[in-house]
Each structure stands twice: as C-alpha cells, then as structure tokens.
C-alpha cells in the first residue's frame, strides 16, 4: 500500500509541474491554443495516476493499463509533435516502463519498453520522409519542450528511486512476490479448498485448488462472481492483516475463509462447509434421537415404583413381624436374621427410592407436597432406624438441636435426605467415630446438617459427586451407587434450597442443606393439635 501512495505521490509532482509550466507560459501571454492543448494532454497522466491510485472500487483492477497507456500516449505525441529524434521528450519513454515495474508488472513493463521504442522509430522514419514536421523552434514551442523534458527527468529520477527502494526492502526481509507464494501452492482438486490471491480491488490474480460447483472461475475474474453478496469487502480488508468468517458463495454454498493482507492484495483462503455442515445436521439429528429414546426409557422406570416397592415392603413388613415375635420367638439359630433382612431390605428400599426419584426428577414427573415438618424430630427418626446399622459398623451418632427447627417442605423428601446423608456419613466413617445431625433456624430458611470424621473429599470429588452415579476418589473401595447426594440436591433444588459441602481429605465431611422455612402460622395448630 505505501508504495502505491508513492506512485501516486509522483504523479501529483509530474502534475504540479505541468500546472506550473502552464501558468508560466500563460502569464508570458505568448500562449496558443495548439500549446495549451499539449499542457491538457500532459496533466492526463498525472489526474489519472492521482485518481486511479487512489480508487477503492471493488469490480475495476486496471490501474496499471491506465497509467501505462496514458504515459505511452503523452510520450508518442509528444515526440510526434516535437521533433522525433531530436525531440527531447524522448525522456518520457522511460516513465511508462518505471510505472509498471513499481506496479509489480514486469511483463507489462517490457511491453511499454518495446512500444516505446518501436513508437521511436516510427516517428524519427515519419519525420525523415516529410509525414511529421521537424524539430518546431518558434513560438516558445521548444522552451516549453525543454521545461517539459526537465519534469520527466524529474519523474524518471523519483519513479527509479523508489523501485530501488522496494527492490532493498525486499532483499533485506527475503520477502517473495505474492504471485509466486500463492502460484507455488498447488491444492488438489475437489478437496473443498481454493487458494487465491486478489488484488486490492477483487481482481482474482492467481488461483489454486478448487471448491465443488466453483469449477468454471478461473484467473482474471472479479472475487464478487464468487460471492452471494458484499461480504467479499471484509475479505479484501482484513483487521489487523489477518480475518476469518463465514461466506455464502454465489451457487449457495456455505464456505469458511481466512484472509490475510499483503502489500499488493489479499491471500485467501475458502474452505467449503457445506458438507460438514450436512454431517453436522444428521449428527444433531441422530442426537436427538437418542435423547427421545432415553426420555422414554427414563419416564418407563419413573413408572415403576409401585412394582418395585411392593415386595419390598413385604419383605420389611415380615421381617418387623419376626422381630416382634408376633407368631412367637424365633429359633436361637435364626434368632438374627430378621434385623439383617430389615436392615438389607431397608438399604435395598432406599436405593429403589433414590433412582426413582432421579428417574421422575429427570423425567420432570417428580411433584412435592410441602407441609411443615420438624427437622428435629425427623432427625431422631433416622436416627432410631439406623441405630442398629451404626452399633455394628462401631460409630456413633449425636443430635446438637434440641428445639424444633419447622421446614416447608415434603415429609418424604425431607427422610429421604435425612437417610442418605446419615448412611454415607455412617458408610465413610472410622469406627469409634461419631456422625452429628443438626438443624436450625437461619432467617427465612431453615438449614439440616450431616457431619463426620471420615475419609473427606477432594475439592474435585466435591464437584463430582453432585452428578449421579459418581463416586470420591478418596471412597477407600467403599460399595455405592454415587446416587445419594445426586438426589439430596435435586431434592434441595426442588424446594428452592441449596446444598453446600465442605470437606478435607482425612478430615472428614459437612453437608448442609437449606430448606425454605415454614409460616408460623402453619405450625401453631399442630402444636395445639399435640398438646
């Protein structure tokens, strides 16, 4: 881009000279109408270099025929009109040449050469046999020629300066032509990729590779036939050098670029989507498939309490009736089994519990029945329950609250938090250790706690095991489903609440969960109802 600025820069100069030289021969009032002709044709390079050079129009890339064409022209009639082989706007026959190197147009440059000096030799054979007139020396003409030839020596001198400047600056940084760096690339054919490289105003110069349906665009072409609309302004100026994005191609296929400036143009890069894009539309397809599939089978296990809890309160049920000794004691042989069946079938109906509760949460069937319930006294009622299984594994268990502590919530839910949280903490603890409950009050919520000294957690395994059927690291070989605590916080989610742990491996585990707290309003006739 700078070196375009220059040239544009020496076509201002060339252009100011003429004006100057023009007002002069004005002011000298030895001025003609054939003169100021000559003056209207010189500054015709020099408008058309200033404009051209400067033009930000997307569908024209004909900078260099313009200036080279325009300076050919100037220099021919010039010559023609001034003596051939004498004249001395011969000098302008060089300024062509120098126009299309710094253009990076090296072919177009010897063309102009050749023209020039074939255009020489046209005029000097003309002059010879009387077709042109010969050198003019009156009326100022050769003055001005003189003066004229002086700003093309001028011109000559910047255009030659500044190609040696480029051609320096190249060979310090190694830098290639951008036509070879992209030319050299060859990309399969039908391999969804297209390499190109534009100019600054779309014109396709070079092209490798080819994209399926884009087979008939070929070098020459504007970057516009390629594009559906005019998305193709961000890929010839992109931010900072460097752009990527989407773009829908004229046949209507969707292709990714990425785009990268040069000096002269733009690199780029076209990839096409549209059949990752198909990939991607039966992936999200069969995915959804799936997911219909196991919404199903989720909703047929959410359906299956009442045919999984039935035998098992059978089972709980005749295993209460011989512990009782209803139909009279047992054997001294079998005098233990049935606490071990209540006790299994309990950890057995708790589990059922746990993944049908998951089940109807996920299957979003699952539907509480607040009411007020005293957190204390549900804490004594596990308690009670599972005070035959603690006895056994050696630990302890100890209720802090004293008071009733009244949730708004499920009974059932409330137990069945109750449950998981004390079984885990039995589960983890070392024997001789002691589980604490707890509940309180905590401003418009009400908080139950379970606490050990056990084997503790991870801040990781704090993560994980909020997700159903994930275990600790730290569960020392411990059996488990990982679904205990994934239901005590959809339980606390389903009443507003929060579950928060805090726990240290070695150091034992807190789990806390906050439940909305009941209207005292609620609670006033059931205290009534029990005094």
């Not at 089972?315 to 011989?322: K, Q, T, V």
């Amino acid at each position: 881009m700078m070196a375009r600025k220059r040239l544009q820069f020496v076509h201002l100069v060339w252009l100011a000279l003429v004006v100057i030289l023009g007002l002069s021969t004005l002011l000298r009032a030895d001025i003609d109408s054939l003169m100021m002709a000559g003056f209207a044709l010189a500054a015709i390079p020099g408008v058309t270099g200033v404009l051209v050079l400067n033009q930000t129009d997307r569908w024209v890339d004909l900078t260099g025929p313009f200036l080279v064409i325009s300076w050919c022209l100037l220099a021919v009639m010039g010559v023609a009109a001034t003596g051939a082989a004498l004249s001395p706007l011969t000098i302008l026959f060089t300024i062509a040449p120098l126009v299309a190197l710094n253009l990076g147009d090296a072919r177009m440059a010897a063309e102009s050469a050749v023209f020039g000096a074939v255009a020489y030799v046209a005029a000097t054979l003309m002059v010879r046999v009387g077709w042109l007139p010969p050198v003019v020396t009156e009326g100022g003409y050769q003055l001005v020629a003189m003066l004229m030839a002086f700003a093309g020596l001028v011109v000559t001198g910047l255009l030659a300066w500044i190609y040696l400047q480029k051609q320096e600056a190249t060979a310090t940084t190694g830098a290639e032509a951008p036509d070879l760096a992209v030319s050299d690339l060859r990309v399969p054919e039908e391999s969804g990729l297209m390499l190109l490289d534009v100019s600054q105003y779309g014109r396709i110069r070079t092209i490798s590779g080819d994209m399926l349906g884009l087979s008939g665009i070929r070098a020459g072409g504007l970057l516009s036939s390629l594009l559906q609309d005019d998305s193709e302004q961000g890929l010839l100026q992109p931010a900072n050098g460097r752009t990527h994005g989407d773009v829908t191609l004229k046949n209507g296929r969707e292709a990714t670029f990425v785009a990268e400036a040069h000096e002269n143009g733009t690199f780029l890069v076209l990839r096409d989507l549209t059949e990752s894009h198909a990939k991607a539309t039966e992936t999200k397809a069969a995915l959804q498939e799936a997911e219909e599939r196991l919404r199903g089978r989720t909703a047929f296990f959410a359906s299956l309490g009442h045919d999984l809890k039935t035998p098992l309160n059978a089972i709980l049920g005749y295993a209460d009736m011989m512990r009782a000794g209803i139909r009279g004691p047992m054997p001294e042989a079998y005098k233990d089994y049935p606490e071990i069946i209540h006790e299994s079938g309990q950890d057995l109906l708790l589990l059922v519990e746990d993944i049908l509760d998951l089940a109807k949460a996920e299957a979003d069937r699952q539907r509480l029945e607040p009411e007020p319930v005293d957190l204390t006294a549900s804490a004594m009622s596990i308690m009670r329950q599972l005070e035959n299984q603690a006895d056994r594994m050696g630990v302890k268990m100890k209720l802090k609250a004293s008071d009733e502590v009244w949730a708004e919530a499920d009974p059932r839910a409330v137990r069945q938090i109750w449950q998981n949280l004390v079984s885990n903490a039995l589960k983890y603890s070392e024997r001789d250790g002691t589980v604490t409950l707890d509940a309180r009050d905590e401003g418009n919520a009400v908080v139950l706690s379970v606490a050990d000294k056990g084997a503790g957690m991870s801040a990781e395994d704090v993560r994980r095991v909020m997700e159903p059927f994930a275990q600790g690291s730290n569960s020392k070989g411990k059996q488990g489903t990982g679904l205990g605590l994934a239901v005590v916080h959809s339980f606390a989610q389903l009443h507003g609440g929060l579950v928060t742990i805090d726990s240290k491996p070695g150091k034992g585990t807190k789990v806390e969960v906050s439940l909305p707290r009941a209207n005292p309003a609620d609670i006033q006739p059931l205290e009534d109802a029990a005094e």
